[in-house]
């Protein structure tokens, strides 16, 4: 999407002047995951607009490919426009309906070739949009699996998005099921199933099927378990000054998808989530402050000046 920030404190209807840059759950951590200098491709419809344009110029900027994107002359790119905070969570406005990513189908996903796709990552956003985006997420799912690819699954809960309660907790637990590493929130995993022990959260979703739990716990860190019996907490990095926790799940699930996919334990790949998961909320972009490799590891080494890296 289109994301319009807030140069300035206050209610959007108020504020005078935004900076424009571009948004959305999955393509951040396709654009962490390019920065890490790692192979991948974003499906998606764009409207055939200025936001559309800008974005798939900068996903070829960025080297992302674009070879399953398309563009709708008929549904435009949808936006979102977010509050400028000094502290806590920015409120966000979104212009979504009806947009060109709503209208993702089966169809559309069913020509994928997955044999050169190591790991599908999706989000409970998909999901949420449509009746179509349903569908398609679920035939994601399924040719993922035929093709032998690692399932990444990100809840990202948006109930605004949902017609009730109840269908959202059935479509995320359908998903969850079926993945290879599930990433929920504490906070989203509490909504889920009224629990928020972790170890209790884990054991519920690996008997529904996950083969992995990763348990973002904020500040805290993270908790993870999987079917091999493999547990433990990672400690949180400390952050001197939030600027904005737009984005910070997208940056965790950037870290455990890269490591996992250069074959580093289970502990590491965790360990480099809570980092970049620390490092986004000190930008006040939604992927603007995601490290490069030399950032990261500077970063990881306790360097002060690990962004000039």
């Known amino acids: 999407m289109g994301l319009f920030i807030a140069e300035e404190p206050g209610a959007l209807d108020a504020v005078r002047s935004f900076s424009f840059a571009t948004c959305g759950a999955e393509l951040n951590v396709a654009i962490g995951l390019r920065r890490l200098e790692q192979p991948v491709s974003y ?17 070829d900027q960025l080297g992302i490919c674009a070879a399953e994107l398309s563009f709708s002359k008929t ?11 000094e502290k806590g ?10 947009s060109a990513a709503s209208t993702l189908s089966a169809q559309d996903v069913e020509r994928l070739d997955f044999s050169g796709f190591d790991t599908l990552h999706l989000t409970g956003i998909l999901p949420a949009l449509s009746d179509s985006c349903r569908e398609a997420a679920k035939t994601l799912c399924r040719k993922a699996k035929e093709a032998g690819c690692r399932i990444s699954f990100d809840p990202n809960l948006r109930p605004q998005l949902w017609n009730s309660e109840a269908e959202m907790v059935q479509w995320i637990h359908l998903f ?52 091999s019996g493999d547990c433990g907490y990672v400690k949180g990095f400390p952050v001197k ?12 699930a950037i ?43 500077a970063f990881l080494k306790g360097d002060a000046d690990w962004k000039d890296a």
Do not use: W
């Open 43 to 59: 499906l998606t419809k764009l409207g055939d607009d200025p936001f559309g344009r800008r974005i798939a110029r900068q996903m």
């Open 75 to 85: 549904h435009p790119t949808g936006f979102v426009m977010k509050e400028r905070v």
């Open 89 to 98: 969570d920015p409120g966000v406005v979104y212009f979504r309906k009806g």
């Open 176 to 227: 969850a099921a079926q993945a290879d590493l599930f990433l929920p929130g504490v906070q989203e995993a509490k909504r889920l199933i009224g629990e928020s022990v972790p170890e209790k959260i884990a054991e519920r979703y690996l008997a529904m099927g996950a083969k992995t739990v990763v348990l973002k716990l904020g500040k805290e860190g993270a908790y993870y378990a999987s079917v």
């Open 241 to 252: 000054t939030v600027v904005d926790t737009v984005g910070a799940g997208d940056g965790f």
């Open 255 to 297: 870290g455990v998808l890269s490591a996992c996919r250069e074959g580093l334990s289970l502990a590491e790949a965790v360990r480099r989530g809570c980092a970049i998961g620390a490092i986004q909320v000190m930008s006040k972009g939604d992927n603007d402050g995601l490290p490069t490799r030399a950032q990261l590891n």
